[in-house]
């Protein structure tokens, strides 16, 4: 199907196809579906640690004992950061997809380019993803079903509130994991140490718990997120 041949305006782009991004976001869903399983496998995982720490500093096991639940719960982060990387990389060539096909659909004044698509997880200030942010509220504008081709109110259309949840979730809640996290366990060499991590995992067990949960909201929030700016993307193309 060819582009919709409406008068040519500022950020529109008579030329080419419309790329399907229908594949990829299935496939980022699936991978996405995994992260959602390991933390909720993640939440029991907690408890056990947690109960092992008291019994370590009650004295109740040993050092090898408790470096053993600590390696429990770092196979299940090991897993998570395999397919976070997956997702990371898919989503950068999703997005680079969804801002051409944004463009394509005739959308005056779009600010991002295909290359934020990527550079856009780099730059300043960095971990907390302001960018992707306003890419992905330009993106759920320019796909809202009331847009017509070239359209000059699109930027107007509302953006679904939560977009702005998913980025408190994914760019700040991590930041304080970061802060919190104990910066060594399996390298424990003593009694000392271990005690000292014992008590982080129990003094910070809410918190740690509170974090993996964010992360389970945020997993499921970017699903959905993926699949309806996806949906309602190809939907204008085909009405088109």
Known sequence: MAPPTYPA???????????????SARFMSLMLGFIVAI?????????????????????????????????????????????????????????RKMIRNNRRLGRPGSKWSPTWGFVGWLVPPGAIYAVPWLIFKELWRGSDPANLPNDPNWKTRPVTPLIHVWWVLFGFVPILSALLSPRFTLGLSSQVDARDVA?????QFWVQLLITAAGLASALIYGWMVRTMSARQTALWDRY
């Open 199 to 203: 008590e982080f995992y129990t003094d």
């Open 9 to 23: 305006g500022t950020g529109y782009v008579p030329d080419g196809g419309f790329e399907p991004v229908q594949r």
């Open 39 to 95: 933390q909720i496998l993640a939440i029991p995982s907690e408890f056990f640690l947690r109960n092992q720490a008291r019994r370590f500093l009650d004295g109740e096991i040993g050092l090898e004992t408790f470096k053993s639940a600590i390696r429990r719960e770092q196979s299940l982060a090991g897993a998570l950061s395999a397919f976070q990387i997956v997702v990371a990389v898919s989503t950068i060539v999703w997005m």
